[in-house]
């Protein structure tokens, strides 16, 4: 069975390689756009004009029935070919002057769209099914301007494989992921962004990660050492990219605790004894976390620890703290 899995995933991903080479060629233009272009002030919701909203319109509800039909398609083969038709649409609509001020509501329904505090960028991002048990990610980086800046993404985690921890990317490649929120930081007076990340493209397991990102006037770059803990590879060097990998079909927690001002997720353990088998991975009931400070992220083990108690007592409302 893994033998099979194994095999028709090469093939998915030969297909999604070769499709994520097309996306890029389409992105390209605009890449090079964002790079020659000179920042100005974002503009002010009403600095689309009456034609140019009602394009905008238009346009998102051409997208929407696009994805719909993507989403709704039996066969995972065309899927492909309706998220090249959406990318298409979105370049066509972006280009539309100021068209970083239209909020596109009702393509939030469909896609993740995601900014940070600062409204320095946004994030188009989706995902794509190319069988039952294969999902490759799709994304762009909009930045705020009258004309188009735009930044092309392409899902290059299934090159990683052992490297994901240790890897800095650029000239658009990316560990394709859905994005639920965006964290700002300064490093050395340069802002930091961490994204937090959920994948589900491999066959027998779900991922969740930290991936820092940076813009720079070359593009942006996905990893940074700023992970207070080593990798299997370089145990010694801070990693550039925190990932949970763990069974399908588990819950597992990875995100910013207002209370507690960290981010916490859950400690991880094999159910079969095996570190090297993470399809093999749910959570141990302990919680550690990510705490700011001194221009990282520095891990703290186990704060919530497992309470032994005597049988018949409960806890109390302050041991669920």
């Known amino acids: 069975m893994f033998k099979f899995v194994s095999m028709y995933n090469r093939a998915m991903l030969k297909k999604g390689l070769f499709f994520s080479a097309l996306i890029f060629t389409l992105f ?45 398609a039996f066969l995972p083969d065309t899927h492909l070919g309706y998220s090249e038709r959406f990318i298409r649409q979105l370049v066509k609509t972006l280009k539309i002057p100021n068209s970083y001020q239209y909020p596109f509501n009702k393509l939030k329904d469909k896609i993740n769209i995601i900014s940070p505090d600062d409204n320095s960028f946004r994030i188009f991002n989706w995902g794509v099914d ?11 980086i909009q930045l705020p301007s009258t004309s188009l800046r735009l930044y092309g993404l392409t899902d290059y985690s299934e090159q990683l494989t052992k490297g994901a921890e240790d890897s800095v990317l650029t000239g658009g490649k990316w560990y394709g992921a859905l994005y639920y929120r965006i964290m700002t930081n300064e490093v050395e007076g340069h802002k930091i962004y961490t994204l ?4 589900a493209g491999s066959a027998l397991s779900n991922k969740k990660l930290m991936d820092p990102m ?12 700023i992970f207070g803990i080593g990798s299997k590879n370089f145990p010694k060097q801070p990693i550039k990219r925190f990932i949970l990998e763990y069974k399908k079909g588990v819950q597992v927690g990875l995100n910013w605790n207002e209370e507690k001002q960290a981010v916490v997720f859950d400690d991880l353990v094999s159910q079969v004894n095996d570190p090297n088998r993470k399809y093999t991975y749910v959570p141990s009931g302990q919680y550690n976390a990510f705490i ?30």
């Open 214 to 225: 940076t813009i720079t006037d070359n593009g942006v770059v996905f990893g940074a050492p």
């Open 28 to 72: 390209t233009g605009q890449q090079t756009m964002a790079q020659e272009s000179v920042a100005a002030p974002a503009p002010t919701p009403s600095s689309i004009i009456p034609r140019d909203m009602e394009k905008l319109q238009i346009m998102e509800d051409s997208m929407v029935v696009t994805l719909d039909s993507m989403n709704e």
């Open 196 to 199: 937090f990340g959920f994948s």
């Open 130 to 140: 190319m069988s039952q048990i294969f999902r490759r990610y799709y994304g762009a």
């Open 292 to 321: 700011w400070g001194n221009d990282m992220w520095n891990v703290r083990v186990n704060i919530m620890p497992i309470q032994e108690l005597q049988d018949g007592q409960a806890p109390t409302e302050d041991d669920k703290k």
